[in-house]
């Protein structure tokens, strides 16, 4: 189980530089997901899961953190989560949800994907001079970020 301070470190660390990518000579192959915690954050969820998709996420975990009676994401991205884009997960009225969303996103997800990014619903990525998440990645600043 991670400490509290680990976590803070690797959360720095995947915002600024995002972790680690495998990338053969033509082939993008690298698995890129995105962890985030959810609050009444309907009005702008679909523009967010819109602009990752574009940028070549592979897949979004939307942990639900909405009051136990309060809007829905499905209601707004029901079409994502449909084809399996993005994956709801239940953390309806939890309270200081931060540290154990994240613990619970990444013990779940480590295996499957090369890189982990934990992200706010209103924070967005800026390629400047990349259109794939996985071209950015590729970088050799890059190349010696590994979990």
């Known amino acids: 189980m991670?400490?509290?301070?680990?976590?803070?470190?690797?959360?720095?660390?995947?915002i600024y530089l995002i972790?680690?990518?495998?990338?053969?000579?033509m082939k993008l192959k690298s698995k890129i997901c995105i962890c985030c915690l959810g609050k009444e954050e309907n009005r702008y969820i679909r523009e967010f899961?819109?602009?990752?998709?574009k940028i070549g996420v592979d897949k979004i975990f939307l942990y639900d953190n909405n009051n136990i009676n309060g809007e829905r994401f499905d209601n707004v991205i029901n079409d994502y989560i449909k084809d399996g884009y993005v994956?709801?997960?239940n953390w309806r009225?939890?309270?200081k949800p931060q540290l154990k969303f994240?613990?619970?996103c990444y013990n779940k997800n480590f295996k499957y994907y090369d890189w982990l990014i934990f992200y706010?619903?209103?924070?967005y990525i800026h390629l400047k001079y990349y259109s794939n998440i996985k071209l950015f990645?590729?970088?050799?600043?890059?190349?010696e970020c590994q979990l």
Not at 49 to 53: E, G, L, P, R
């Open 2 to 14: 991670f400490t509290k301070l680990k976590i803070l470190i690797i959360y720095i660390i995947i």
């Open 102 to 104: 994240m613990n619970h």
């Open 120 to 123: 706010d619903i209103d924070e």
């Open 19 to 25: 972790l680690q990518l495998y990338v053969t000579k």
């Open 137 to 143: 990645l590729n970088k050799k600043t890059f190349s």
């Open 49 to 53: 899961v819109s602009f990752y998709k």
């Open 93 to 95: 009225g939890k309270k």
């Open 87 to 89: 994956n709801i997960v």
